[in-house]
């Protein structure tokens, strides 16, 4: 205990001397850094404090200090995230590469991917975006058809990923592919590392309504992949593949933080944007039917968010998130959808600001992030491919 007070305290000074004023300030997914090769930094501080966080391993805490990781036991990790969260620092950089393919590959890769990988995750060096999938490959994710040929000294690929998010922004993409063509479809899967920077990979970003392009659609025209990148073995990416989706779900639902940092709190919470909009009657927000909305989303997060503390304080030194994710995936997001619902409510017409003097930043930003936030139930495996997951392998019912 003693050891941990004395990391707080240390933790603490370093973080009053080294975490610039400007990352202290509210981020936005405008300011957010992804890293790799393409990354701008607008503030210059940003690079600063990702540099400062990278050198200590801190931007990946929990992973081993041979790979660049902090190294930080699990306790350790939540007093950094306290101390965080007390000076209101930025996450200095986030992505895929920490949140699904570094701990894959910490679970499944070979010494020589860790040593080659890891280190440019946790510096910022190179980003990852993820090829899963498919124009007839989502939910059924097994079906896909993207072809991986065996050419003797290195492998080629052919075919189509769909919605990979940030893949114009990415280094690399790690992928699932078809080897084995005439084998049951969850048997004939590889998982392969690709490196983007080649002729034999084309990016062509998708516009959605909202003018932005999140998502992109990656083609493989004979695109080169080197044996070494193969994770786990060749026709058994199935099972890597599933492990990934656990850290992505794991991510996704907060749970690998604890659910220390509120989602949404760069548009104000709950209970003050009902009493800004619809003001107070007695002491309380004066439209009943939406009071009784605020109170229980607000009391279901607070219990969710103790829950999703408890998990990661139970859970064991190091262990790996299990098919009890999906719970986790599954609630937080719809709990999210839920919320932002409440608060448009709450604004009225004021929530539907799109451009124009007529609404404020914040009202701008909350119909932006009420639409992302339908997207949160189908990312990472829709709600309903969650349901049935919760039911097979954690309710053990029949298919
Ligand atoms: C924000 C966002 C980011 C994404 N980023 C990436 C990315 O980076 N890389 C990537 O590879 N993919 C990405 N995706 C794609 C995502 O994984 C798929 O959208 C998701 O798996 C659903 O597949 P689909 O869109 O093909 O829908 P479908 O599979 O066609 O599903 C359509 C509807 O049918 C329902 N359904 C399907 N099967 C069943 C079933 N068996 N039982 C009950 N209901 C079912 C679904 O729940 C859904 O409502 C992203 C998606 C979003 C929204």
């Given at each position: 205990m003693a050891a941990l007070e004395e990391f707080r305290s240390e933790t603490r000074a370093w973080l009053e001397e080294n975490c610039p004023a400007s990352m202290r300030e509210p981020e936005s997914e405008a300011t957010m850094i992804g890293g790799g090769k393409r990354q701008q930094y607008d503030d210059p501080n940003a690079k600063l404090w990702l540099d400062r966080m990278a050198e200590r391993g801190w931007t990946a805490p929990m992973w081993p200090a041979e790979y660049g990781g902090g190294g930080l036991s699990k306790q350790e990790f939540m007093v950094l995230q306290d101390e965080l969260i007390r000076v209101n620092a930025r996450t200095p950089i986030s992505g895929m590469g920490f949140s699904m393919i570094g701990p894959t590959l910490l679970d499944y890769g070979t010494e020589e991917q860790k040593r080659e990988h890891l280190p440019k995750i946790i510096s910022g060096e190179l980003r990852w975006c993820q090829g899963y999938s498919e124009p007839n490959a989502g939910s059924d994710l097994a079906s896909l058809q993207t072809k991986c040929e065996d050419k003797g000294d290195h492998f080629l690929v052919n075919g189509q990923k769909i919605w990979t998010s940030g893949a114009q922004y990415a280094d690399w993409i790690f992928t699932l592919v078809r080897?084995?063509?005439?084998?049951?479809k969850h048997e004939g899967i590889s998982f392969v590392l690709i490196d983007m920077d080649q002729p034999g990979v084309t990016v062509k970003p998708i516009k959605l309504i909202s003018g932005n392009s999140p998502f992109c659609e990656t083609f493989f025209d004979d695109a080169r992949c080197e044996k070494y990148n193969l994770v786990g073995q060749l026709n058994r990416g199935w099972t890597v593949g599933k492990r990934l989706l656990q850290h992505e779900r794991s991510s996704i639902s907060g749970l690998n933080s604890g659910g220390?940092?509120?989602?949404?709190?760069n548009i104000g919470t709950l209970p003050e944007v009902a009493k800004q909009y619809v003001g107070l009657s007695q002491g309380k927000i004066a439209d009943p039917v939406l009071r009784n909305a605020v109170t229980s989303n607000v009391m279901n997060q607070q219990a969710f968010s103790l829950t999703q503390k408890r998990a990661m304080e139970e859970s064991e030194e190091g262990s790996t998130p299990t098919f009890a994710t999906s719970l986790f995936k599954y609630y937080g997001s719809e709990i999210g959808k839920e919320r932002l619902e409440i608060q448009l409510k709450a604004q009225g017409t004021q929530s539907l600001g799109w451009e124009g003097d007529m609404f404020s930043d914040n009202e701008k930003t909350l119909t932006r992030t009420w639409l992302r936030s339908k997207a949160g139930t189908i990312a990472g495996g829709s709600s309903e491919v969650q349901l049935n997951i919760i039911a097979k392998r954690v309710l053990g019912l029949p298919d």
């Open positions: 080897t084995e063509p005439q084998a049951p220390r940092r509120g989602r949404y709190d």
